[in-house]
């Protein structure tokens, strides 16, 4: 499979603990997206790269969010010091690139509970 | 107010019926549209793109209208597998807004 993928699918955490996430993307796209998903709502846009470039960066990104691409290939999403209010699914999405348009593609996401 | 506001549903309708819902955007500068689908505990998938000029693709049809910000789809001879949720989505350079979703259940 060729697609998105990403890791963990599931994470369950205490409160105050820190996570981290990863993803793959297609490999010849150059955009990568993370997205945050809540229960009866649609994806929201925390933050997008250009290969390794870090160029928008949403509100809803706070200090406790970091966010790499360090050779332009997979990303890792950090959450410290985890709140019950981050529990939600976290999508990753590509784009772009040679033969890639703008199509996104999304990864199956990581489920993160925060107990 | 949300970028994006859908008609939530649910709709339920019988196998063979024509379906459809729309979705309003606020921001006029958005440059194109889609609508997505989501299976229950899946990631969203393209469904169609939406155009001025209305495009079909198969039993589906996408509309925009730029002057009302208003986008529709229409599913026509509804099957079991169009079971899901839509989501309505309008860009702003690479940013996806997404709306939360119609749901629509095609009973039999």
């Known amino acids: 499979d060729t697609g998105v993928s990403q890791n963990p699918r599931h994470k369950i955490t205490k409160r105050g603990q820190n996570v981290t996430f990863r993803c793959d993307p297609i490999?010849?796209?150059?955009?990568l997206y993370w997205y945050r998903q809540t229960l009866g709502q649609g994806p929201e846009f925390l933050t997008y790269f250009q290969n390794e470039a870090q160029l928008e960066k949403s509100r809803l990104l706070s200090d406790r969010f970091s966010a790499e691409r360090p050779k332009g290939s997979f990303s890792t999403l950090e959450i410290q010091r985890t709140e019950q209010g981050d529990s939600a699914m976290y999508l990753c999405?590509?784009?772009?690139?040679?033969?890639?348009?703008?199509?996104?593609?999304f990864g199956p996401g990581t489920r993160l509970t925060v107990l | 107010r949300k970028e994006v506001e859908q008609d939530p549903g649910p709709f339920n309708v019988p196998e063979g019926a024509t379906v459809a819902f729309n979705c309003t955007y606020s921001?006029?500068?958005?440059?194109?549209f889609f609508w997505y689908r989501q299976d229950c505990r899946k990631e969203p998938k393209l469904l169609m793109s939406v155009y001025s000029s209305g495009n079909e693709d198969g039993r589906f049809t996408a509309q925009l209208n730029r002057a009302s910000q208003y986008i529709s789809l229409l599913i026509r001879d509804s099957k079991l597998s169009d079971s899901a949720t839509y989501l309505c989505v309008a860009t702003n350079d690479y940013k996806l807004s997404f709306g939360a979703g119609t749901t629509v259940t095609v009973r039999a």
């Open positions: 921001n006029s500068a958005s440059q194109s």
């Open positions: 490999s010849e796209h150059n955009r």
């Open positions: 999405a590509s784009s772009g690139g040679r033969g890639g348009g703008d199509e996104q593609f």
